[in-house]
Each structure stands twice: as structure tokens, then as C-alpha cells.
């Protein structure tokens, strides 16, 4: 089973930057797919991005050249970085990671969140 923490959330002013990580740890075989979701109050959890083993990203429209999400497989750590925040980019920020079991079963997990809050 795998475990994620995510850290680097906080509050920060409009136009700032923060680093999300997500790092993994337990009993597994390979971390695949990575996403970044967040969830705004009163609203629906959104995909921010996502990251293929090998390295392949994709990007909500909404963080397209602001957020960039990249990962050290070597620590198995993803992270997000995020550039020119937003106050609409306020949320709770969750890591999901599809990855194989040792028993051959691919499986997802995802993490508690950490809080982002972009105000002046």
C-alpha cells in the first residue's frame, strides 16, 4: 500500500509562488500517473495536472503557464510548482497516484491535502 503526503501549501499574496510535494512511500513496485486535484468550498474537485511515469504532462486550462508539475522517480516525489497565484486558486490540493502492487494489481491512492490560500 502506498502512502501520500503532500506538503508545501500555505498562504501567500496574489502573484506569488508556492512548491507542492507529494511524496510517496510504502510497499510497491512503481508509481505511475501522478495527479494534482484541488477542491474549492463549495465546489467540485477539479484535475490541475497530471504526470506520466515517463514524464508526460498535462495541464487544466486554468494553470496553463502558471503551475508546472515535474517528479523525481528516484525519490518518488511529485511536485507542483505554482507560479503567479491567484486568489482563485484557493483550495485544498490533493496528490493521486495510480501505481503496482506487488501483487501485480494497479491501484490508486491519494493523499490528505494541504491547504492553498492566495490572499492580500
Known amino acids: 500500500q502506498v502512502q501520500l503526503v503532500e506538503s508545501g501549501g500555505g498562504l501567500v499574496q496574489p502573484g506569488g509562488s508556492l512548491r507542492l510535494s507529494c511524496a510517496a512511500s510504502g510497499s510497491f513496485v512503481s508509481i505511475n500517473t501522478v495527479a494534482w486535484y484541488r477542491q474549492a468550498p463549495g465546489k467540485e474537485r477539479e484535475l490541475v495536472a497530471g504526470?506520466?511515469?515517463?514524464?508526460?504532462?498535462n495541464y487544466a486550462d486554468a494553470v496553463k503557464g502558471r503551475f508546472t508539475i515535474s517528479r523525481n522517480n528516484a525519490k518518488n516525489t511529485v511536485y507542483l510548482q505554482m507560479n503567479s497565484l491567484k486568489p482563485e486558486d484557493t483550495a485544498v490540493y490533493y496528490c493521486n497516484a495510480d501505481y503496482l502492487r506487488r501483487d501485480g494489481y494497479g491501484v490508486s491512492s491519494r493523499g490528505q491535502g494541504t491547504q492553498v490560500t492566495v490572499s492580500s
Open positions: 504526470i506520466t511515469r515517463a514524464g508526460s504532462t
